[in-house]
């Protein structure tokens, strides 16, 4: 009975191509999605649908993941709507070490952002409170800190301390753009001089570091601010961890260097979900008003 059944199986096969089963097409799911309809979280893998991720301030509903946005968004993410006026627009880069290939790469950033740097500076509000505000762009040559960038961001912490206006900065840096050479690591020094006028004048500084946050920012203006506050899983150190193992040849804790680590060690005031970020800064400009900051000492 068995022989039987397998000899049938055997026929079967041998039938003409009237029975044979048509192949399968590839499934080409990619193709029938419009680029940018969906992505995928680098954390827990969900696929979001773009609205959706939009909803949630670009941060994954399941895990809690925070998507990089470049420096438009976070203005519209943070400030009332259609209150952003941008100041310094025009300030860019040049060459001025001569280093190979520099302008070819600063034209095809800007091509790419649309901005004439890695940093976006203007004055907005929140909740009808006039503010300054700065936005590193990570998608700009990593939001590295050349002239230009420590010119911007001078030049608005001076605005700030001449208008008494709380400054907002979001830090995303992968430190000083070496292209430029000494004149990039000169505006850590210029920036701080800087904010120290606005301390001076009783002006309230706002860091807010975000991912990820290295190099010659985090080691001047992003860890000055009179609050500083984190998004949860941002890096903020200064050199990274891979290099500080091999210097000290020691093992570093996995969370090293993350928002939740510097805030256990003292080194951010709060970390706060992108969701609640701009309720939590609205009521900070608010108690440290114009006049209530000035007057406090």
Avoid at 60 to 72: L, T
Avoid at 213 to 235: C, Q, R, Y
Wanted: overall charge neutral; proline content about 4%; charged content about 25%.
């Amino acid at each position: 009975m068995l022989k039987d059944l397998f000899n049938k199986r055997r026929h079967y096969a041998t039938l003409g191509k009237a029975v044979e089963p048509a192949p399968i097409a590839p499934v080409t799911v990619e193709k029938d999605i419009p680029k940018g309809l969906v992505q995928k979280c680098d954390a827990c893998g969900n696929l979001l649908m773009a609205k959706e991720l939009q909803k949630h301030a670009y941060t994954c509903p399941e895990c809690n993941f925070h998507f990089r946005v470049d420096a438009r968004t976070r203005m519209a993410l943070t400030l009332d709507q259609g209150s952003f006026v941008e100041l310094y627009g025009n300030v860019a880069s040049a060459n001025p070490l001569g280093f190979p290939d520099y302008e070819s790469k600063l034209e095809k950033a800007e091509s790419a952002t649309g901005l004439t740097e890695g940093a976006v500076t203007g004055e907005g509000t929140i909740d009808d409170v006039p503010v300054a505000i700065a936005v590193m762009d990570p998608s700009f040559i990593m939001g590295s800190m050349g002239s230009a960038v420590g010119e911007k961001l001078t030049r608005i912490m001076e605005r700030a301390a001449q208008r008494k206006e709380p400054l907002i900065l979001f830090t995303a840096s992968g430190g000083a753009r070496m292209q430029e050479g000494i004149l990039s690591l000169m505006q850590m020094a210029k920036t701080s001089v800087a904010l120290r006028r606005m301390h001076e004048e009783k002006v309230l500084f706002i860091s807010v570091i975000t991912h990820p946050t290295t190099g010659g920012v985090s080691a001047s203006f992003a860890s000055l601010g009179d609050i500083i506050i984190a998004e949860p899983g941002a890096m903020f150190g200064f050199a990274g961890k891979r290099v500080i193992e091999q210097t000290i040849r020691q093992k570093l804790p996995d969370d090293f260097q993350t928002a939740e680590f510097n805030l256990k060690h003292g080194m951010v005031d709060k970390v706060v979900h992108r969701k609640q970020l701009r309720d939590a800064l609205g009521v900070l400009v608010r108690i440290h008003g114009v006049r209530g900051w000035a007057d406090a000492e």
